[in-house]
């Protein structure tokens, strides 16, 4: 049976609900055991319409190719990846024995599902890898005996159904060692994510004063799209911080793997500057540790870095990148500005709820609010990711290149370039599926930060 190649991505499987089925979701339960070789997989979901089904029918290829299933029904992505990690008797073990399918489509629209594979060592399986083991199946599989969806219903002896929540907040309070919060107000929009379904459970364990929006987890997203980056979705967030006079706004998306803030006085905090607070926090509890940033991030990473006495290195954007990054590197913390936080505790990969804690207990045991705290981090003027639509990709970067190279203190090429001046720098990718080149960019002042984009786009704009 043939999928839709466009689906199968970098990092994960992801389309719109007409380009996805259950044969489909079969094939990946199928696909991540003939993979992996796993004789365990964990299965997850979100909230998704489609995704209980999708679920069950990742569930029957799995068990169809010979492993057992240990499904733990709506949860975050956090949970299930420390589902898939959790080496308490009751879970799956890390080892090569494991592996784990979590049905979602992250932050996407109602419309679009998908499927994040993984390792049992936490490292995620491509979609393109995915595929060619679908196809590689179907070329050896016989002719005239199609091994179809419903061949299969696995015995009850197969599916272990499994509440993780339980385990997942006691190894989160465990590691966070929180202090008494004394009643701080805290606003959490939930998105009507599944950060709903764990939320309640962690601030019934925090003396703290919760303000919930939109916790009920539901797949159409009727108050606004689930994507904490994204400014426009934090407006009522931004309202109940100032009504409720809150110490901090939190906001997840629809999978709980990203996390944003906004401050006591209603400013949105950008990622990259959670970052360096985060690096700073740390590198307080642990000297000398390395975080891995990307070359797409701010000035205030590597200043957060340096002044703590840690050791930065830069890694290609993308989630599984980064995984890797922090995994190779034994790394402290890893993260994205696009809002992905990545720790060791969690075999490198992201925990929205404990980055929640650690910035909690940042405002309890300083005793500064929120935006005293961020303030040093946002020294610098910067821009948003911008994308440029152009006809020809290389054309427009060979400008830049000419124009920038030349003149530049550094220029690092890691991911795209990235050039360096003395008080701004700007970094450009080429989009690998569209015709577009992303710019990121930052200056020391506002005027020459406008200055600089103007002048970028002039030159992409004349190629």
């Known amino acids: 049976m043939r999928f839709p190649a466009e689906i199968f991505r970098s990092y994960d499987i992801r389309g719109t609900t007409d380009q996805l089925s259950?044969?489909?979701?079969f094939a990946v339960g199928r696909a991540v055991v003939a993979k992996t070789r796993a004789k365990t997989v964990v299965v997850g979901s979100d909230m998704r319409g489609t995704s209980p089904a999708f679920a069950r029918a990742v569930a029957k290829g799995a068990v169809a190719a010979g492993a057992e299933v240990v499904d733990i029904g709506e949860c975050t992505t956090p949970m299930?990846?420390?589902?898939?990690?959790h080496t308490d008797s009751q879970l799956p073990t890390p080892n090569s024995q494991t592996a784990g399918v979590m049905v979602t489509a992250s932050h996407n629209p109602a419309e679009y599902n998908g499927f994040k594979v993984t390792r049992g060592d936490a490292m995620p399986i491509s979609g393109e890898?995915?595929?060619?083991?679908?196809?590689a199946s179907e070329a050896r599989r016989h002719a005239g005996k199609p091994e179809g969806l419903r061949a299969y219903e696995p015995s009850t002896s197969s599916v272990t159904h499994l509440d993780?929540?339980?385990p997942y907040l006691e190894r989160l309070f465990a590691l966070a060692q929180m202090p008494r919060l004394d009643g701080m107000k805290v606003a959490v929009d939930a998105g009507n994510g599944m950060a709903g379904v764990i939320l309640p459970k962690l601030f019934d364990r925090?003396?703290?004063k919760l303000t919930a929006l939109y916790f009920d987890p539901d797949g159409t997203f009727p108050n606004h799209e689930a994507n904490p980056i994204k400014t426009e979705t934090l407006k009522d967030l931004v309202r109940a911080v100032k009504k409720q006079k809150a110490a901090v706004g939190v906001a997840f998306d629809g999978d709980a793997d990203r996390v944003g803030f906004v401050d006591e006085q209603g400013?949105?905090?950008?990622?990259?500057?959670m970052l360096a607070l985060l690096a700073a926090l740390r590198l307080k509890e642990h000297p000398e540790g390395v975080v891995i940033w990307s070359p797409n991030a701010s000035w205030a990473v590597r200043d957060?870095?340096?002044d703590n006495g840690g050791r930065g290195l830069w890694e290609k954007v993308g989630r599984t990148n980064i995984i890797k990054r922090v995994q190779s590197e034994g790394a402290i913390l890893g993260g994205e500005v696009s809002a992905h936080y990545f720790y060791p505790e969690f075999g490198g990969m992201e925990s929205s709820e404990f980055t929640m804690l650690l910035v909690l207990k940042a405002i309890a045991e300083s005793g500064k609010p929120l935006s005293a705290l961020i303030a040093p981090f946002r020294a610098y003027a910067r821009s948003p990711e911008t994308n440029f639509e152009v006809y020809d990709k290389e054309k427009a970067l060979a400008a830049l290149e000419a124009t920038y190279a030349p003149g530049a203190a550094a220029v690092e090429r890691l991911d795209g370039a990235r050039y360096e001046y003395a008080d701004w720098w700007f970094n450009v990718r080429k989009s690998n599926t569209e015709p577009l080149i992303r710019v990121n960019a930052e200056a020391a002042s506002p005027e020459l930060l406008s200055a600089k984009m103007r002048e970028i786009a002039e030159i992409i704009k004349k190629t």
């Open 22 to 25: 259950e044969d489909l979701a």
């Open 80 to 85: 299930f990846n420390f589902a898939v990690l």
């Open 129 to 135: 890898e995915i595929r060619e083991t679908i196809e």
């Open 164 to 166: 993780v929540s339980g």
């Open 206 to 208: 925090l003396d703290a």
């Open 267 to 273: 400013d949105p905090i950008g990622g990259d500057q």
């Open 304 to 306: 957060a870095i340096r």
